[in-house]
């Protein structure tokens, strides 16, 4: 039987996302929100609200007993983490289950197996996805980082065993950098994610990113809803995703979809998630790399081209239901891009550009769509995430869709003193000859960044 209320922990977009589809099940909402969130679109939409902290995050959105208790005393069923923030958090979803509250996502103990990326390689190395030559377990420190990189060679990358994100990883290209590079990513994933261990792999240089939607009941069914391409970014950061992934062969999308499902079927997923690869297109192999255990933040353009709500999909399923469909029943049709509109000034170095915002222009028109929690008058606090609004467009094709997304672009106008958003800088970057021909790969932003300093965004 579907909730009857669902506590929504999280801000920005993906919170009033979330609020707009319990609306559309009769699911009434709870927003837990920070006091520099207290007049957001979420919570203004919302039923009802609860403040679960001051500003910084630390003390609000990732303070576990504040957001349960806010669950709790306001009778929700069941929590939805959004992305960020807790929504891969093992604790959390333990302490959730422990107090009778659902958390919609995977089980804590198949989370905490998928998070731990060294263990994840070896339960995807278990059900046969390929994976670049690399540490099996987490590294026991720097001479043991420099013994294996001499296996494998260089050049390789530094990953945080609890990271995610784009956080925590550092590529080495030589072995003299290795130990000040094992030291300096172990600082800072001791500092972002409380866990210092680091795992290996070898880098490929160029690369694209594809990624694998899933989705699994309780009941060990599960599908895959075709692949996005993430590969335009900077610093491991995605800027703009699209689905299906170009230049990419249908058939090996769909055997390699067919072992994603195989495999977090096997660790006992449930839920939305996302099994990503890196794909090396001179060879036509893919790679995993890691799963994210949650909704992600390109999930529309899945939803675009299969007209699947993934956030109902999620409530259905953290609510006992079935899939209620197979692999066969699901289709996609026609070509879907999003691009991240962050306030930052890409001609600095992607700079935060925090403000108050007086003016505010967002595309419309047919296919287009915008997830935004942004206003005239609405201040961007320096607190949390600099994303403002993804805009999604849809297309026959993906000719049509990059069309339409520059025209998307082009009347997106956020104005406010000290404000700069990276609408110019996405613009260029869909008019690359590399990206049209779906020949990038993720070193395209750094291509433009030389150019693009003397650009205004």
Known sequence: MMFTSVLVANRGEIALRVVRTCRELGIRTIVAHSAADRDSAAVRLADESVQVGPGPAKRSYLNIPAVVEAARTRGAEAIHPGYGFLSENPEFAEVCEDEGIVFIGPPADVMARLGDKAVARGIMRDAGLPLLPGSR????????????????GYPLILKAVAGGGGRGMRVVHDRADLPAAYAETRAAALAVFGDGRLYLERYLESARHVEIQVLCDSYGNGVHLG????????????????????GVDPDGVAELGEAAVRAVLAAGYVGAGTVEFLYDPARGAYYFMEVNCRLQVEHPVTEMVTGLDLVAEQLRVAAGEELGYTQSAVTARGVAIECRVNAEDPTRDFRPTPGLVTELDLPGGPFVRVDTHLRAGYRIPPLYDSLLAKVVVWAP??????ARMRRALAETRVVGAGVATTAGFLADALDHPRFRAAEHDTSLAATLLAPAESRVA
């Open 137 to 152: 377990d987490a590294l026991d420190g720097p001479d043991a980082a420099l013994a294996l990189a001499g296996d494998i």
């Open 227 to 246: 692949a996005r391409d993430c590969s335009l970014q900077r610093r491991h950061q995605k800027l703009v995703e699209e689905s299906p992934a170009p």
């Open 397 to 402: 094709d993906r000719d049509g869709a990059i």
